[in-house]
């Protein structure tokens, strides 16, 4: 999901086995005085900030965020409230501050690809694993077309599929093996947040409404991507859009061995089209418009 692309747990087996740093005297060293504990823990987060623009394959074991850790619900509570503010001053703002603010989330998410780009030809690491061809760091493409163009059927897109697919890349952030203190922690979230941004203000405005005899629009889009990732993921052993391989820890992984490789492509789909019948049916109730035909 993310322009985070391919620095899931697929890819941790890549990654050079460097002694992590210990916290000596810390976890195993009992002491009496737990001013100089908290002091040493302190030390020892700060000493992770030498790994601030450290790839993925030169990471150290054990020095990553937990998952929904104090940390990670640090993030999550900030980008909710950020969220939220957004949305309310998105809703009280003319039509000229909604497309300003429309214009620079949509720039930002630009920004952070570029950036990125940047940061790993200037590590030298290789491009063929950066590509924007996850599905989040396409929705930060997309978010920029459909602020240019406002085409119906992309917002359905944003909504259906990219939104979900972002809001379990903030819930389950493949990336937490690396610092708090990281480039690519600030990136992943931040970048993750944009598209949140954007898709939550156009639902606020109503310039996003989906509907379910559109769906067949997101179908169309998805086709279209996804078979020829899965050609370019089998012809260069990557795992974009995990079509690949099941992504480490993720319910793909439980439907892969019921269902073999590449047998849980079939769950996979059935998934991702739950998913969107169940975005579209919590818009309706959401907004109000139970009248109106579920289906065609």
Same mark, same amino acid.
Request: one cysteine or more; charged letters at 15%.
């Given at each position: 999901?993310?322009?985070?692309?391919?620095?899931?747990?697929?890819?941790?087996?890549?990654?050079?086995?460097?002694?992590?740093?210990? =916290?000596?005297?810390?976890? *195993?060293?009992?002491?009496?005085?737990? %001013?100089?504990?908290?002091?040493?823990?302190? /030390?020892?987060?700060?000493?992770?900030?030498?790994?601030?623009?450290?790839?993925?394959? *030169?990471?150290? /074991?054990?020095? $990553?965020?937990?998952?929904?850790?104090? #940390?990670?619900?640090?993030?999550?509570?900030?980008?909710?409230?950020?969220?939220?503010?957004?949305? &309310?001053?998105?809703?009280?703002?003319?039509?000229?501050?909604?497309?300003?603010? %429309?214009?620079?989330?949509?720039?930002?998410?630009?920004? #952070?690809?570029?950036?990125? =780009?940047?940061?790993?030809?200037?590590?030298?690491?290789?491009?063929?694993?950066?590509?924007?061809? *996850?599905?989040?760091?396409?929705?930060?493409?997309?978010?920029?077309? *459909?602020?240019?163009?406002? &085409?119906?059927?992309?917002?359905?897109?944003?909504?259906?599929?990219?939104?979900?697919?972002?809001?379990?890349?903030?819930?389950? +952030?493949? #990336?937490?093996?690396?610092?708090?203190?990281?480039?690519?922690?600030?990136?992943?979230?931040?970048?993750?947040?944009?598209?949140?941004?954007?898709?939550?203000?156009?639902?606020?405005?109503?310039?996003?409404?989906? %509907?379910?005899?559109?769906?067949?629009?997101?179908?169309?889009?998805?086709?279209?991507?996804?078979?020829?990732?899965?050609?370019? /993921?089998?012809?260069?052993?990557?795992?974009?859009?995990?079509?690949? &391989? +099941?992504? =480490?820890?993720?319910?793909?992984? &439980?439907?892969? %061995?019921?269902?073999?490789? +590449?047998?849980?492509?079939?769950?996979? =789909?059935?998934?991702?089209?739950?998913?969107?019948?169940?975005?579209?049916? $919590?818009?309706?109730?959401?907004?109000?418009?139970?009248?109106?035909?579920?289906?065609?």
């Amino acid at each position: 999901m993310l322009p985070v692309c391919q620095k899931t747990a697929d890819r941790r087996f890549l990654r050079e086995r460097h002694p992590a740093q210990k =916290a000596q005297g810390v976890l *195993h060293n009992k002491k009496e005085n737990t %001013d100089t504990v908290k002091k040493e823990v302190f /030390d020892v987060k700060l000493s992770y900030l030498s790994y601030f623009f450290t790839y993925e394959t *030169h990471i150290p /074991d054990g020095i $990553g965020f937990a998952l929904f850790g104090p #940390w990670h619900l640090l993030w999550l509570s900030v980008i909710f409230a950020i969220c939220v503010r957004y949305v &309310w001053i998105y809703k009280k703002g003319d039509e000229r501050k909604k497309r300003r603010m %429309d214009g620079l989330t949509a720039c930002s998410l630009v920004v #952070w690809i570029v950036v990125r =780009a940047i940061y790993i030809a200037v590590i030298h690491e290789a491009f063929l694993y950066e590509l924007p061809f *996850h599905l989040c760091s396409m929705a930060g493409i997309l978010c920029v077309v *459909h602020c240019l163009t406002k &085409w119906k059927w992309l917002g359905q897109v944003l909504y259906t599929i990219c939104l979900p697919g972002t809001v379990l890349a903030l819930l389950f +952030p493949n #990336w937490n093996f690396y610092p708090v203190i990281h480039f690519i922690t600030l990136e992943g979230f931040l970048f993750h947040m944009g598209i949140v941004l954007y898709v939550a203000g156009k639902l606020a405005s109503h310039e996003i409404q989906p %509907d379910f005899a559109k769906l067949w629009q997101v179908v169309l889009f998805l086709t279209a991507v996804v078979i020829p990732i899965y050609w370019f /993921d089998k012809r260069y052993d990557v795992n974009y859009m995990f079509v690949n &391989w +099941p992504s =480490a820890g993720s319910p793909l992984v &439980w439907l892969a %061995d019921r269902m073999g490789n +590449p047998g849980y492509l079939i769950g996979y =789909a059935a998934l991702v089209f739950l998913c969107m019948l169940l975005m579209d049916a $919590g818009y309706l109730i959401v907004a109000g418009r139970r009248n109106q035909k579920l289906f065609f």
